[in-house]
């Protein structure tokens, strides 16, 4: 067989020209003042409260106070990281509490059964199954993220329900409950053990091909997998690393409390998926960093601290968290401009 | 794959060098342009392929050697960009064997295809819009095996760029998602070229690119060709095909119906070979049926500006008339037409519409008030994917009146939604089934028919026929002057400058942000054209 080679003496090819037209009359809109408002407006919402608070509250400024404010929101602080990462992925995840309070209940089990160490692995491993079957659900099977974890949260809750008969499990914590309530200086142990996880999330996310995916696969799934991108190992090892950091919250739980309490953590999913939307963290995938999840737990966690100090009632918290949610997406949607139009 | 990249060799490894030799000797030998027997580079046999129990592709053969640019022709969902994806691993459960350089290739990923060394412009860009130029360039490939590093990443895109010698000025740090779709274009080619191919398939890569751009590109081709590069190139502008491709492949209904050597074509026998009938010469025909005359005032821009790209553009439409819009991309013609329907906000100037002065606030607002635009970028600003062809023909109609058909008249809605199916020759022709899944050519009528279903007095059209083969793109050319006819407003943005000149009544002309010319038909020529919209741009050379 023969075939024809068009002209080969190979024209040389001009390139594609696009700076003749001004580089700004490619581009759909200005990149703008968006992105630093989304990076820094957090932060600075948070330094304003702090400053505020500290003016109308005197026992608001206390260092006891304010190490009170950094320990009591580690445990959320670290399951939002994971919320991060699946919600970066495209997906999120309701069966964060079932996680954490089941984990807590079977390390509870075996701090007496068996001694700390099997404790811990046994709540991490129940973090990484349940992750596991999320994520081959969701980035295997194709089901809806909200269907499958809640299907998840459902089952597992369920399950610890019927073999607990929902009566709380006495743990002898030791290590954990230092975790959870010791102080190095004054700096809760807790908090420290969450910024070692943020940190490491943040290395994930944007220093490994990993992290990149996750990004990648969040913004447009199908791009990515014709470019070669491994679609479903790198959703799938976002829910294992959400699951993970879930269980790591049970412990941290247990710590504090001493005690396995299957009705425990019921607000964690809800709550972490609120901290992740104050973050700036997109719904639908592909956005979010680590340091404004970061601001984002610390804002709602002062909030909650003020809104005692001031005693105001326990019942309008939700209310006020609610309020923050909605200044911090409406912001967020003016500061991306009339990206729907 | 990898290894290519990092030892920065591009498109020059070490075999196609090889194979280069071979043409160019044998190029001497038996002149400018034929070779005696160059290896067989690709061989696809007996492909099917099937969505459900619809067989969209059946037995096909494809064969292109190393070094040649081979034309794949065909009607709007003929199963062209099918075979492309099956060949890029996209569709892991297709029929038939495939083999490259001889050996049997299993194409059951993507990630399988690029070992193979296939690569892709894809007809549906395969960009993520969050990430960067650079990281888009680089995606699926980075180097390493656990850490990734934006600043080598930004370098080797850099690097593999300059290497590959077109493309240039491309900002490597901007997200994608705000770069214009003729820019995203661009990314995609750049991306599929840095792929170190041994097989390159273009899907319509013309359909965005205006004149010059896409001799460059033709230029490109050639170039990649004569290294030993298979090419596929699928274009509905059957003169490129014929003028760019030395053997061609014609798909019809999942059927090859024709193959051979691009010589023993012509426009007419191809046509037909395409349609399975004969083609009329549309064009000729609308030169002589100009407008029925012109109407009273429909819209007004009055000094629009939107930034730097749209400044101080005043000019009226009337009822009853098609105007283009002619520019190169860049110019602003876009971001004008996004303007009048309120989706880009006015730094300057006003607009009025059916007499009176408005403030738009979105294009919802704008179709109450009587004005549609069908966007250029059907992926990201067009179809509601996941949902029903029906839905997304009424989409635009509800939002202009929405007691029309009211919630309760889903057969008012039906009925509306088959007829437009029917006029705009949208197949398969069936309106359940779920937009994303047409093919390119008729997702854009879709697009179109759900502008006109809504309709508006005044239509904006910015590239009505992007990727829409030739019959049904003489049939929107015969639409959009029907709505002319029916006393409607029309403005369509093109970089077709044939049909641009075929359709339209009054040109506008469009450089660098500002309005610089005014012409009616007849007032000015092909050549005349392509001067005034690149003269003094530096896109002419
Ligand atoms: N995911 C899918 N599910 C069901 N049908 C599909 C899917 N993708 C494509 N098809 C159908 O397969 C057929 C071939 O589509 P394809 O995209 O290959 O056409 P094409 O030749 O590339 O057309 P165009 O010129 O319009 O791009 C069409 O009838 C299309 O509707
Ligand atoms: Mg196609």
């Known amino acids: 067989m023969s075939y024809v080679v068009p002209s080969a003496e190979a024209p040389e090819a001009a390139p594609l020209d696009v700076t003749g037209a001004s580089e700004a009359a490619l581009l759909e809109r200005d990149g703008g003042s968006w992105n630093w408002l989304r990076r820094y407006g957090i932060w600075m919402a948070l330094a304003v409260l702090v400053l505020l608070l500290s003016v109308a509250s005197p026992s608001f400024r206390t260092v006891s106070n304010l190490t009170n404010v950094l320990e009591q929101n580690a445990m959320l602080g670290i399951v939002a990281c994971g919320m991060l990462v699946m919600m970066v992925s495209g997906g999120f995840d309701l069966s964060v509490g079932a996680v954490g309070a089941t984990g807590s209940v079977v390390a509870a089990y075996f701090t007496d059964h068996g001694g700390l160490a099997l404790a811990i692995v046994a709540c991490l491993v129940i973090g990484i199954v349940v992750g596991l079957l999320n994520g081959l659900l969701i980035a295997k099977g194709g089901i809806n993220a909200f269907m499958t974890t809640f299907a998840m949260a459902s089952i597992v809750t369920g399950i610890l329900f019927v073999v607990t008969s929902a009566a709380p499990v006495n743990a002898n914590a030791g290590w954990l409950t230092t975790l959870a309530l010791g102080e190095v200086g004054r700096v809760p142990d807790a908090f420290i053990a969450y910024v070692v996880i943020a940190t490491l999330t943040w290395v994930l996310m944007t220093r490994t091909k990993w992290g990149h995916y996750v990004y990648s696969i969040g913004g447009n799934r199908e791009a990515s997998y014709l470019s070669g991108v491994p679609v479903v190992a790198s959703q799938v090892a976002a829910f294992v690393f959400g699951g993970l950091c879930a269980a790591m919250g049970g412990l941290i739980l247990l710590g504090q409390s001493n005690i396995g309490q299957p009705s425990s953590a019921t607000d964690w999913p809800l709550t972490a998926i609120a901290i992740c939307v104050i973050a700036g963290v997109s719904l639908s995938g592909g956005e979010g960093r680590v340091q404004e999840t970061v601001a984002a737990t610390l804002l709602l966690g002062v909030v909650a601290d003020g809104l005692n100090l001031l005693n105001v009632s326990a019942y309008v918290q939700p209310a006020v968290t609610g309020g923050v949610i909605l200044i911090a997406v409406a912001f967020d949607k003016m500061n991306r401009g009339r990206r729907l139009t | ?47 099917t392929k099937s969505f459900g129990d619809v067989t969209v592709l059946r037995n096909a053969d494809l064969e292109v050697a190393a070094g040649e640019i081979h034309g794949l022709v065909g009607q709007n969902g003929a199963g062209k960009s099918t075979l492309t994806r099956i060949l890029a691993g ?9 083999s490259i350089d001889g050996e049997a290739a299993q194409l059951k990923s993507p990630h399988d295809a690029l070992q193979h060394g296939v690569a892709v412009i894809y007809q549906e860009f395969s960009l993520v819009p969050q990430l960067t130029v650079a990281e888009n360039i680089v995606l699926g490939v980075e180097p390493g095996s656990v850490s990734y590093r934006p600043g080598v990443v930004r370098e080797i895109a850099a690097r593999l760029v300059r290497e590959v010698g077109i493309v240039q000025g491309l900002p490597l740090d901007y997200p994608v998602g705000r770069l214009s779709a003729a820019m995203q274009q661009r990314v995609e080619i750049a ?14 890569p013309t359909s965005r690119l205006a004149g010059p751009d896409r001799e460059r590109l033709f230029g490109l081709m050639r170039r990649i060709a004569a290294e030993g590069t298979a090419l596929i190139f699928i274009s509905h502008f059957l003169d490129e095909v014929l003028a760019v491709t030395s053997r061609l492949t014609v798909l019809r209904d999942g059927v090859v119906v024709a193959s051979g050597r691009t010589s023993g074509f012509d426009a007419v026998s191809l046509g037909s070979a395409v349609m399975g009938r004969v083609l009329e010469r549309q064009e000729a025909k609308e030169e002589q049926a100009p407008s029925l005359g012109r109407g009273e005032v429909a819209l007004v821009a009055e000094n629009v500006s ?18 283009g819009l002619a520019g190169l991309v860049g110019s602003g013609r876009s971001t004008l037409a996004k303007a009048l329907v309120g989706a880009v906000p006015l730094v300057g100037g006003r607009i009025a519409i059916g007499g009176g002065y408005v403030k738009l606030r979105g294009p919802r607002h704008a179709l109450r008030a009587g004005v ?16 029903p062809a029906r839905e997304n023909l009424m989409l635009m109609s509800l939002a202009r009146s929405p007691s029309r058909f009211g919630l309760l008249n889903p057969k008012g809605l039906r009925r509306s939604a088959r007829k437009a199916i029917v006029d705009f020759s949208v197949r398969p022709a069936s309106d359940e089934r779920r937009a994303g899944t047409f093919s390119g050519g008729n997702q854009q009528k879709l697009l179109l028919a759900r502008a006109i279903l809504a309709e508006p007095d005044v239509l904006l059209v910015d590239q009505p026929t992007a990727g829409v083969d030739v019959g049904t793109k003489a049939q929107i050319h015969r639409i959009l002057r029907g709505l002319a006819d029916q006393k409607k407003a029309v403005l369509v943005i093109s970089d077709d400058i044939e049909e641009i000149l075929a359709l339209s009544d009054r040109l506008l002309i469009m450089r660098n942000g500002v309005l610089v010319g005014e012409r009616r038909r007849g007032g000015v020529d092909k050549d005349e054209l392509v001067s005034l919209i690149s003269v003094g741009t530096g896109q002419q050379t």
């Open chain 2, 1 to 47: 794959m990898q290894a290519a990249l990092l030892g920065g060799s591009g498109l020059h490894s070490d075999e196609k060098v090889g194979a280069m030799a071979t043409e160019s000797s044998g190029a001497g030998v038996d002149g400018p342009s034929t070779v005696q027997g160059a290896p067989l580079r690709l061989a696809m046999r007996g492909i």
């Open chain 2, 90 to 98: 996209g569709y892991p459960d297709y029929h038939g064997t495939v």
């Open chain 2, 191 to 204: 991306k599929a070229l840095t792929r170190n191919a041994k097989v390159l398939v273009l899907d319509e």
């Open chain 2, 306 to 323: 939107c930034g730097r790209q749209t400044r101080n553009v005043s000019f009226s439409l009337n009822r009853g008339e098609v105007v």
């Open chain 2, 372 to 387: 549609a635009l069908v966007p250029e970028d059907r992926r990201a600003q067009g179809l509601v994917r996941v949902r």
